[in-house]
């Protein structure tokens, strides 16, 4: 069965972030929309400086959780910090949780969770800068290279590509997880 996965990402997300997860779940044959408050293009960050620029699939006012079966999101400093500020993209991924989907956050991606109030209780990574952040929100950290939690798939940099992009995929083909939750 074909699957559709939304990539939610902004201007300032980790282009390996980005780029590897959606290489991953087009290997599967899946259809990966990234998904944006705007459309156009957003800019993405290469490590130190400025990256490529990355069409928008769909923005916000164009789609709903219910059209995908996964969600995920990326780091960079700047990309979930402009997110969390965006009130539709932290419905967009509220609803994720509500409809018991495999979401799956890496680096600073897990940021918009606080504000989406979908950390409380799960075991989850994150870069370590943010740790604090989730622990404040009710998150159980561990400092490992991915955590599985009922569909809820993280992980800590780029270095962890392989092993997250591995689970995002196991977790995908799995579908709703019931215990998943918002």
């Not at 939610?8 to 997860?21: I, M, Q, R, V």
């Not at 164009?62 to 969600?71: F, M, N, R, W």
Request: charged share 30%; proline share 4%.
């Amino acid at each position: 069965m074909s699957k559709r996965v939304a990539i939610l990402a902004t201007h300032g997300f980790e282009e390996s972030e980005l780029k590897s997860p959606k290489e991953a779940i087009e290997k599967q044959g899946w259809t990966a929309h990234i998904v944006s408050p705007e459309g156009g293009s957003i800019k993405s960050w290469a490590e130190k400086d400025w990256g490529k620029l990355y069409t928008v699939d769909k923005t916000l006012d164009e789609v709903s959780a219910s059209d995908y079966h996964a969600l995920v999101i990326p780091g960079g400093v700047i990309n979930p910090d402009l997110l969390r500020r965006d009130k539709k993209a932290v419905s967009f991924v509220k609803s994720f949780f509500e409809q018991k989907k495999p979401v799956a956050a890496i680096c600073h991606g897990p940021q918009i969770l606080i504000d989406a109030e979908v950390v409380e209780g799960r075991e989850l990574t994150s870069f370590f800068s943010i740790r604090k952040d989730l622990e404040n929100a009710g998150a159980k950290w561990v400092d490992k290279e991915v955590v599985v939690d009922n569909g809820f798939v993280t992980s800590r940099s780029p270095e962890d590509l392989d092993a997250f992009n591995s689970k995002m995929i196991e977790e995908i083909k799995e579908g709703k997880h019931e215990l998943q939750q918002a």
